[in-house]
C-alpha cells in the first residue's frame, strides 16, 4: 500500500511519541514491514449485524435504516438515451474495455493475443493502480520458490471459508488461470526490470501450517517491484503492462468514461464514452464490451444503498483507493473515480446486482503492528487480538480500542510476532499514543476506566503465567504480559480501501440479466464483479483482489475470442 495510505498520528490531546528501537531494523525494513502490515493485516468486514436484509439489484429493496423499505435510488433509474446527433466521432473495434486498472488491462492483454482489436476508455487521467499483491497459484515464481498449493485444494478450502457463498466457476477460472496470468504478466514486466516475488514465503519453520491459526493465510500474494527494492505499489506492473499494450496497437482514450451501453435487440454491441470536451464518442464492437471500472465507494447514494452505517461513515472519512496513485495523476475531486459506473450501466440495461451481503475491504491497524493486549473504551478486553478485526472494533464502546504494550516489548515481540501476519518487528520511529509509568496512569491518559484497566491487565498477566489464554483463545506463544514500566498505547484505527459487492456473472465473466442468463456481448471483471468475498474480504488469499480481476479480464476477452 502507498505509505500515502498508512495511518497518522490520531491528532489527540495525547500528541504523538517516538518509541526508539534500538538499531534492531533498517528504516527501508520498518518501511517493509508497515506497508506489509497494511495490505495483508486489514482485509476485515463491514458489521454482519447491521447488514442490509435484502438486495437492490434493478428492483425495489432497502437502503440504509432511515428510507423506506419501498423506496428505489435514482442511480437505478436509465438516463435517457444519449441522441446520435450529440455523438461526434464513431470508432469500430472488437472488444472495448470500460476502465483501465488491472482487470482491465489483462483483459486487453487476453484479448491482443486472441488476436483482437481492442480499444480501452478510461476515465481517468492515465491507467490506474490499486492494492499492492497479485494472489495467484502454480506461477513459475512460486515453483521456483517451492510453493505448492494444489488448486483443488484451494477451491475446497475457500468454498468452507465463504460458506460457500462465492461464483465457484469464477474461483475455479482463478486457481486454474492466475498461475500462468502471472507468468505472461512477468513476460512483459521482466524486460523493464521489475520482477515478482511471494509474500508470507519462506514459512517461518517447516511444520508451519495456516490451517492452525485464527486466520488462515496461504503464500498466493505476488509482489511486484524494481530489482532489489521493495515498492508495495501496482504501479510497477500497470505502466510497463501500459506501455506494452500500446505497442501492440491497444488505443487508449484517457478521460474518458463510458456512460451508456449501446444496445441492438437484447445485445450489447458497444459503448458510448463522454470525451474531456464534453462531447460524445460511440465505439462499436462485434467481440464485446468489458466493464471494468472499479468499486462504487465514492457513490453517496451507491453506498447508501448498500452498506451499513459504520462503513458508509468509514469510507466517507477514510477512502483510501486515489492515495495509491501519484498526486499528479489523481483526479479533480469534483470528478471522483469510483463511482460505480460499470455497475450502473449494467444494472440500466437489465442486470443482477448480488444480494446481501455486500462485502467491503476495510483495514485495521495500530502503529505498534503485534498481537499485545487490546482493549475497549472501557478498558476491557473484548477479542482474540490475533484477528485484528474492525468488525468487532465496530461493536465497541464508541468504536475506539488501543494496543497495550510495555518496555519489553523488544523480546515479547520475537516472542509474540504472528509472522505470518504481522511482518517484522517495526523500527525507529514507531509513533504511540500515550506512556506511563503505572497502569493507572496510562488509563487516565487515555481516558478510560483506571479499575477496568487494572483488572483486565491484571487477568492478562494471570493467562500468560498460566501459559493458555482460557479466555479467548490467543495462542500460547503469543500470551505476553505486561509487567515492566513504562507502559504505552497506540489507537486502532480502521480505515476504508474499496466495495467489492458487484453485478453477477457466470464463469466466462457474463453479466447476467434477472433471469440469470447472459447478456451477450456484455461482461465484466474486477470489483464491478460480484458474489467473490460474502460480507467481508479477508487474507485468507492474501491479493485475491486482484487475483480476481486478472482472472475475469483474462476469461472475458478469452470467451468474446471464441476460446
Known amino acids: 500500500m502507498d505509505t500515502s495510505c498508512m495511518p497518522q498520528s490520531s491528532g489527540s490531546a495525547f500528541g504523538t511519541h517516538q518509541l526508539t528501537r534500538r538499531n534492531f531494523l533498517t528504516a527501508g525494513a520498518f518501511a517493509a514491514a508497515a506497508l506489509s502490515t497494511a495490505g495483508l493485516i486489514g482485509g476485515c468486514a463491514p458489521n454482519t449485524d447491521a447488514k442490509k436484509a435484502g438486495s437492490?439489484?434493478?428492483?425495489?429493496?432497502?437502503?440504509?435504516?432511515?428510507?423506506?423499505?419501498?423506496?428505489?435510488?435514482?442511480?437505478?433509474?436509465?438516463?435517457?438515451?444519449?441522441?446520435?446527433?450529440e455523438i461526434s466521432e464513431t470508432i469500430e473495434t472488437a472488444f472495448v474495455v470500460v476502465g483501465g486498472g488491472?482487470?482491465?488491462?489483462?483483459?486487453?492483454?487476453?484479448?491482443?493475443?486472441?488476436?483482437?482489436?481492442?480499444?480501452?476508455?478510461?476515465?481517468?487521467?492515465?491507467?490506474?493502480?490499486?492494492?499492492?499483491?497479485?494472489?495467484?497459484?502454480?506461477?513459475?515464481?512460486?515453483?521456483?520458490?517451492?510453493?505448492?498449493?494444489?488448486p483443488e485444494a484451494m477451491i475446497r478450502r475457500y468454498i468452507k471459508h465463504t460458506d460457500a457463498y462465492v461464483n465457484t466457476p469464477l474461483l475455479s477460472n482463478w486457481a486454474k488461470n492466475s498461475g500462468k496470468i502471472i507468468d505472461r504478466i512477468l513476460e512483459i514486466t521482466e524486460p523493464a526490470g521489475v520482477g515478482a516475488t511471494i509474500r508470507l514465503w519462506p514459512?517461518?519453520?517447516?511444520?508451519?501450517?495456516?490451517?492452525?491459526?485464527?486466520?488462515?493465510?496461504?503464500?498466493?500474494?505476488?509482489?511486484?517491484a524494481h530489482f532489489n527494492e521493495f515498492e508495495d505499489n501496482m504501479e510497477v506492473v500497470v505502466e510497463p503492462l501500459t506501455e506494452y499494450l500500446k505497442s501492440r496497437g491497444v488505443e487508449f482514450y484517457y478521460e474518458t468514461p463510458g456512460v451508456q451501453l449501446v444496445m441492438e435487440g437484447n445485445a450489447v454491441v458497444g459503448v458510448i464514452a463522454q470525451k474531456?470536451?464534453?462531447?460524445?464518442?460511440?465505439?462499436?464492437?462485434?467481440?464485446?464490451?468489458?466493464?471494468?471500472?472499479?468499486?462504487?465507494?465514492?457513490d453517496p447514494e451507491m453506498m447508501n444503498a448498500y452498506f451499513p452505517e459504520d462503513i458508509i461513515d468509514l469510507s466517507a472519512r477514510t477512502n483510501a483507493y486515489t492515495n495509491y496513485m501519484k498526486p499528479e495523476n489523481r483526479p479533480d475531486p469534483a470528478h471522483p473515480l469510483n463511482t460505480g459506473d460499470g455497475h450502473k450501466m449494467a444494472l440500466w440495461i437489465g442486470a443482477q446486482m448480488e444480494e446481501s451481503p455486500h462485502s467491503s475491504m476495510t483495514v485495521g491497524m495500530a502503529s505498534m503492528p503485534a498481537p499485545f493486549l487490546q482493549v475497549n473504551g472501557n478498558g476491557e478486553r473484548f477479542y482474540n487480538e490475533d484477528v485484528h478485526s474492525v468488525n468487532e472494533l465496530f461493536r465497541q464502546p464508541g468504536k475506539t480500542s488501543y494496543v497495550i504494550w510495555d518496555s519489553k516489548w523488544e523480546d515479547d515481540y520475537e516472542?509474540?510476532?504472528?509472522?505470518?501476519?504481522?511482518?517484522?518487528?517495526?523500527?525507529?520511529?514507531?509513533?504511540?499514543?500515550?506512556?506511563?509509568?503505572?497502569?493507572?496512569?496510562?488509563?487516565?491518559?487515555?481516558?478510560?476506566?483506571?479499575?477496568?484497566?487494572?483488572?483486565?491487565?491484571a487477568?492478562?498477566?494471570?493467562?500468560?503465567?498460566?501459559?493458555?489464554?482460557?479466555?479467548?483463545?490467543?495462542?500460547?506463544h503469543r500470551l505476553t504480559s505486561l509487567t515492566k514500566p513504562p507502559y504505552y498505547a497506540s489507537e486502532f484505527s480502521s480505515y476504508f480501501s474499496s466495495t467489492l459487492s458487484g453485478i453477477r456473472v457466470n464463469g466466462d465473466s457474463q453479466v447476467l440479466d434477472q433471469q440469470s442468463l447472459p447478456i451477450k456481448g456484455l461482461y465484466a471483471a474486477g470489483n464491478v464483479v460480484g458474489e467473490r468475498f460474502n460480507n467481508a474480504y479477508s487474507t485468507f488469499f492474501p491479493g485475491l483482489t486482484n487475483g480476481f480481476a486478472v482472472s475475469t479480464g483474462w476469461q472475458a476477452a478469452k470467451h468474446a475470442a471464441g476460446k
Open 276 to 298: 474531456p470536451d464534453g462531447s460524445y464518442l460511440k465505439v462499436t464492437s462485434n467481440k464485446g464490451v468489458l466493464l471494468s471500472t472499479g468499486d462504487f465507494a465514492n
Open 102 to 150: 488491472i482487470g482491465g488491462l489483462v483483459g486487453c492483454l487476453s484479448a491482443i493475443d486472441e488476436k483482437l482489436k481492442v480499444i480501452v476508455l478510461e476515465k481517468a487521467k492515465v491507467s490506474r493502480t490499486g492494492g499492492s499483491d497479485i494472489a495467484a497459484i502454480g506461477s513459475r515464481v512460486q515453483k521456483e520458490l517451492g510453493v505448492d498449493l494444489s
Open 459 to 476: 487477568r492478562r498477566n494471570e493467562l500468560a503465567d498460566l501459559g493458555v489464554d482460557t479466555d479467548f483463545g490467543l495462542e500460547s
Open 56 to 85: 437492490l439489484a434493478g428492483t425495489e429493496g432497502t437502503s440504509s435504516a432511515s428510507k423506506a423499505k419501498d423506496s428505489k435510488p435514482s442511480f437505478l433509474n436509465p438516463p435517457d438515451p444519449i441522441a446520435d446527433s
Open 203 to 224: 514459512y517461518p519453520s517447516p511444520d508451519w501450517n495456516p490451517e492452525e491459526h485464527v486466520i488462515e493465510m496461504w503464500p498466493t500474494a505476488h509482489s511486484f
Open 415 to 457: 516472542k509474540a510476532v504472528c509472522w505470518e501476519m504481522w511482518g517484522p518487528a517495526p523500527a525507529d520511529a514507531e509513533s504511540y499514543l500515550a506512556t506511563s509509568d503505572t497502569i493507572e496512569g496510562l488509563a487516565e491518559k487515555l481516558r478510560i476506566p483506571v479499575d477496568n484497566f487494572k483488572a483486565t491487565v
